[in-house]
C-alpha cells in the first residue's frame, strides 16, 4: 500500500512539474508578414472666440490629397458658452467618426490641443484641436 501511494505522490509532482514546464515556455514563432496599414487622420479645430467670429472646422483629406472641410459652431456666443453648439459638434463629429469606422477604419489615437491667443494682458480667445488617427489593413 505505501509503494502504491508513493508511486501515486511520485506521479502527480511529475504530472504537475511537466503542466509547469510547458506553461511556461514560448509559443512557436509566428512567420507570417506583419500588417501593413494605412492611415487616415481627421482633426476638428473648435473656436473658443465669442459671437462666432471664430472659424470651427472638422478638417480630412480624400484619397486624392483634396482637404475636406465641414463646418462647425464657436463654443462660445455673446453672452458666454453654448451647450448647444457644443451638442451639435459633438454630433457632426462622432457622425464623421462611425462614417469611417463603418467604412473599415479603426481608431487609433485621439490627441488634443488649446491654442490660446492673448493680446495686450488679455485674452482675445483661441482654438482647441483634437485629432482623430484612423488605420485600416493596406
Request: charged letters at 15%; hydrophobic letters at 40%.
Amino acid at each position: 500500500m505505501r509503494k502504491h501511494i508513493a508511486t501515486v505522490a511520485i506521479a502527480a509532482t511529475s504530472a504537475l512539474c511537466a503542466v509547469g514546464i510547458f506553461s511556461f515556455s514560448s509559443p512557436a514563432p509566428d512567420n507570417s508578414q506583419p500588417v501593413v496599414y494605412v492611415y487616415k487622420q481627421i482633426t476638428a479645430v473648435e473656436s473658443v472666440i465669442p459671437g462666432g467670429l471664430g472659424r470651427s472646422r472638422i478638417l480630412t483629406t480624400d484619397d486624392n490629397g483634396q482637404m475636406l472641410e465641414k463646418e462647425l459652431k464657436n463654443f462660445y456666443s455673446m453672452v458666454g458658452i453654448n451647450f448647444e453648439n457644443i451638442a451639435n459638434n459633438d454630433r457632426v463629429i462622432v457622425d464623421r467618426l462611425n462614417d469611417y469606422s463603418a467604412q473599415g477604419w479603426e481608431l487609433v489615437q485621439v490627441t488634443t490641443a488649446t491654442n490660446q491667443q492673448s493680446s495686450g494682458g488679455s485674452s482675445s480667445g483661441g482654438i482647441f484641436i483634437t485629432r482623430y488617427i484612423f488605420r485600416k489593413p493596406k
